[in-house]
Nanobody, 126 residues
Framework: QVQLVESGGGSAQAGGSLKLSCSAS?????????MAWFRQVPGREREGVAA????????YYADSVKGRFHISQDNAKNILYLQMDRLQPEDTAMYSC??????????????????WGQGTQVTVSS
């Protein structure tokens, strides 16, 4: 059974950095998967943060994180990463990774993803 497990969350000061990992088990990243990070704050809609299409190494970012976050992958280890720099209190959320066949134009709304992890909490203090 395919599973995604996130790690690396925790607390950071504003301006600091954290690196999230998403380990996949039950399948291996192929050359054509869309992997993404989402975040959600209680009471608010889930937000697509970053996505990467493994076949072409194309990446996509929400405007709110462009220039601060970087999504990457290690296909040999079946791990997806999210490097988060210059963190801001507004980045506080539960972060989850997801996998799907393609990166659809509305990927940021969760479209096309059928495998989700449980999430890891990120808290940024000012």
């Amino acid at each position: 059974q395919v599973q995604l497990v996130e790690s690396g969350g925790g607390s950071a000061q504003a301006g600091g950095s954290l690196k999230l990992s998403c380990s996949a088990s039950g399948y291996a990243y192929s050359n054509s998967y869309c992997m993404a990070w989402f975040r959600q704050v209680p009471g608010r809609e889930r937000e697509g943060v970053a996505a990467i299409y493994t076949g072409e190494y194309s990446s996509y970012y929400a405007d709110s994180v462009k220039g601060r976050f970087h999504i990457s992958q290690d296909n040999a280890k079946n791990i997806l990463y999210l490097q988060m720099d210059r963190l801001q209190p507004e980045d506080t959320a539960m972060y989850s990774c997801a996998a799907g066949r393609y990166c659809l134009t509305d990927w940021y709304q969760g479209s096309g993803f059928n495998i989700w992890g449980q999430g890891t909490q990120v808290t940024v203090s000012s």
